[in-house]
């Protein structure tokens, strides 16, 4: 960049980024898009399996410590396991409706799932 | 063969033993400190000329600040902004520990659940944190969703703080995973190579060819997702109604 026409410089460049900005609306814009709604998509297929599994280890990681620390034979485990089950159908199926409405807050995504099921 | 869980190994460089506590620099430790100074390294030099039309590098800083900048913006709104430093360096630190982990010979510390456990966990307590700073007791009403008939909490209750337990763990388990499972693969393939000669070997290294770009892409997006989780996740202390 030579420094005697800074200001036509930014001017030509200013008009060179109109045009391919016009021009790349169609094409490379698009697809850049799609290819970030794929690698998205790919990210929520490898979130749904992990968002199960780390419930259940949870829940089992509870019952068992109230457990050893009750004495109280398998109970707690079997109780916590269902309720780890249950909490990572939870998980699964609200990140499968949206990104957005994460465990443990049913407000402030009412926007985001008005077919929500949960309070009906 | 080479054992291909062998990579995997946390070996001691320097020994250091302070007291009771192994604060050994291990290879795992070495490659954290090259990742903070390659992420600096990056972010001042790269901003060092600071011209208006920037040049190839200052673009790179300026795309990875805007990419940062954006995803609070959507995800978080304005009041996400105070938070940006922090997020910033997280991506950077993960994006570059990944792609840092893909030169040969090098170590990936994602590829243990300690590392990534850790990380984890110091954001979910963070945003435990700020989400009881800013709205007290009021915090814990959020584990009964609104218009949820009260015979139905007893089950429900103890379903929604376990599906908020299993943040950090699905979190951690996902970079972990992603990031060692992709490392053995490409190990495994690789070790066929030379014993299949020069008329079967071609077959490995391509799939290993194949798997180097793969890997590179789930370098990205693992950190990305990672990400991505800590803003809702701050999104949701921050606007819990």
């Not at chain 2, 170590?107 to 007290?136: K, Q, Y």
């Not at chain 2, 393939?189 to 290993?208: C, H, M, N, T, Y």
């Amino acid at each position: 960049m030579s420094d005697d026409h800074p200001k036509a410089d930014l001017e030509d460049l200013d008009n060179r980024l109109k045009r391919v900005r016009k021009d790349g609306k169609s094409g490379t814009t698009a697809a850049a898009d799609n290819g970030k709604s794929d690698a998205a998509g790919f990210g929520m297929a490898m979130r749904a399996g992990t968002e199960m599994v780390s419930a259940l280890i949870v829940g089992v990681a509870i019952g068992l410590l109230l457990d050893n620390w009750l004495d109280t034979g398998p109970w707690f485990f079997v109780v916590f396991f269902f309720l780890g089950a249950g909490a990572g159908v939870l998980n699964v199926y609200r990140a499968a409706t949206s990104m957005g409405s994460v465990p443990g807050y049913g407000p402030g995504t009412e926007t985001k799932r008005p077919d929500d099921t949960i309070d009906k | 063969m080479a054992n291909p869980l062998a990579q995997f190994e946390i070996k001691t460089l320097v020994p250091i033993q302070l007291g009771e506590v192994n604060a050994s620099l291990t290879n795992s430790g070495l490659f954290m400190v090259i990742t903070v100074a390659a992420v600096s390294l990056f972010v001042v030099l790269g901003m060092r000329s600071r011209s208006l039309v920037p040049g190839r590098w200052q673009s790179m800083t300026e795309l990875s600040y805007e990419f940062i900048a954006s995803m609070i913006r959507d995800n978080v709104g304005s009041e996400g902004r105070k938070y940006f430093p922090f997020i910033f360096s997280l991506f950077m630190f993960i994006l570059f520990a990944n792609l840092i982990g893909l030169i040969p010979y090098s170590f990936t510390f994602t590829s243990h659940i300690a590392v990534t456990f850790a990380m984890a966990l110091f954001v979910f307590l963070g945003v435990t944190v700020i989400a009881i700073a800013r709205h007290g007791l009021h915090f814990f009403s959020f584990f009964l969703p609104k218009g949820v008939p009260i015979v139905m909490a007893p089950i429900l209750v103890p379903i929604e703080i376990l599906s908020y337990l299993s943040r950090p763990i699905s979190m951690s388990i996902r970079l972990f995973a992603n990031m060692m499972a992709g490392h053995t693969m490409m190990k495994v393939f690789a070790g066929f190579i030379i014993p299949l000669g020069i008329l079967g070997g071609w077959a490995p290294l391509a799939v290993d060819v194949a798997l180097t770009v793969f890997e590179f892409l789930v370098a990205f997006l693992q950190a990305y997702v990672f990400t991505v989780l800590t803003c809702l996740y701050l999104n949701d202390a921050i606007k819990l109604h």
